[in-house]
């Protein structure tokens, strides 16, 4: 059985919280637990959030606000290596980190004020490190630690919830070469764990109710490797 | 909180098999209790198998097969109705139904035996709905069912699981015109609730255990909408 919980009565953050403190004060955690933190709650106490006031938009960010606020557009430019489509205002980008997605990862809703826009992390694996570590710190536990965004699907329609970052997990679960009942091999099978485990844990979090943090119990995916793994060499890549 | 159980100690299912008595003796539902079953269980019983010896390919099959069995390329172009990427032997395409996934939904592992392929349902809602009724009557409870599939994803590695089946359950959580906790309207989120329950309960089914059938209890998502819901509008589809 899995279960998972919802790590409730965190207050909005601010750059500079300790998130493990508030993490080990209010969940019982578990060796082999993974503890799912939303990116926005990890971008705000690391101080990735830019003021629209701020910001000064360029000829290309105002082409493709297409009459909404070109600033947004401009910061999803920088944080962007290559556009892989547009339709004015909308960008499907690839991030520094190489993550495809809507607007580079740039969000305003759940912004500490109106006019602020939250960045991704800078290394969403060095973040999910220092929260695990903190955890076992605080707690004694060995935990593994997903930082989990909200991306969008080609093809389908709302978004679920992906992993960015990744600490003390395995992300992919590579069944190649194991058959299955009837000899066949699986020679397609990977599945991509942490992106399940982050979707699932989505389920408790909700939107609107403010809760970035979940505990998933039961999962035995402790390993060590990055939230880039989940992402398609580019040689491979039929989408680019 | 919300808990996940797989349904263990069914059989290897076959045509005509009632899967709705194999899940009702083996699992204590609860009313709102969603019931997620892999798309190959309900193929399988729906007799949605066919054998490679019965396939005569075409050109067009040899030429995508790029030197494996073209039997198989040509099913897949028989379940497709447009081809979206194609590099031999990969193929991805849209069905029927409007998905766009890698084969069309053709699968050769744990296929009833070896040299069969295993086809996506003819309507995955009337699937879902039929063992959605036949619980009912069963058992007396009211619950959600997803019928889920492994797909792949543009510029991601591995498969999550996903919902291509619905009855009973709401699909998509539409945030739209609510209101964060800064009063930012939510405008661009909509998720994607049932491919991230199918997701969850994945990652207790697995693939190689041949558990086909999980529980999903704590959800809030009574309602009635198509899997199909869950296809982005082609107006909308930047990637097709």
Not at 48 to 69: F, I, Q, Y
Not at 131 to 148: K, N, P
Not at 176 to 201: F, K, N, Q, S
Request: glycine share 10%; hydrophobic share 45%; net charge negative.
């Amino acid at each position: 059985m899995i279960s998972i919980v919802a790590v409730e009565g965190i207050q909005e953050l601010e750059e500079g919280d300790d998130l493990a403190a508030f993490v080990a004060e209010r969940a019982e955690l578990e060796d082999g637990d993974v503890v799912v933190v939303a990116q926005k709650a990890v971008s705000k106490i690391e101080g990735r959030v830019v003021r629209l006031d701020d910001v000064v938009p360029s000829e290309r960010a105002r082409e493709l606000a297409g009459g909404t606020d070109p600033r947004r557009l401009e910061v999803i430019l920088q944080e962007s290596v290559r556009l892989v489509r547009t339709r004015p205002p909308l960008v499907i980008s690839e991030t520094r980190h190489g993550f495809v997605c809507a607007s580079a990862g740039v969000d305003q809703s759940n912004a500490p004020e109106a006019g602020m826009l939250v960045l991704l992390p800078v290394d969403p694996d060095a973040s999910a490190a220092r929260l695990r570590d903190g955890l076992r710190e605080r707690t004694g536990r060995f935990v593994g630690v997903i930082v989990a965004d909200s991306f969008g699907r080609a093809w389908r329609q709302g978004t679920t919830d992906v992993a960015v970052g990744a600490a003390g997990v395995r992300v992919l679960l590579d069944l190649h070469g194991e058959r299955d009942r009837v000899g066949y091999e699986l020679h397609a099978t990977v599945i991509a764990l942490a992106d399940e485990i982050a979707g699932a844990a989505q389920l408790v979090m909700g939107k609107l109710d403010g809760v970035p943090v979940a505990v998933v119990r039961g999962l035995d995916v402790a390993g060590e490797e990055s939230a880039r793994d989940l992402v398609m060499p580019a040689d491979r890549d039929l989408f680019r």
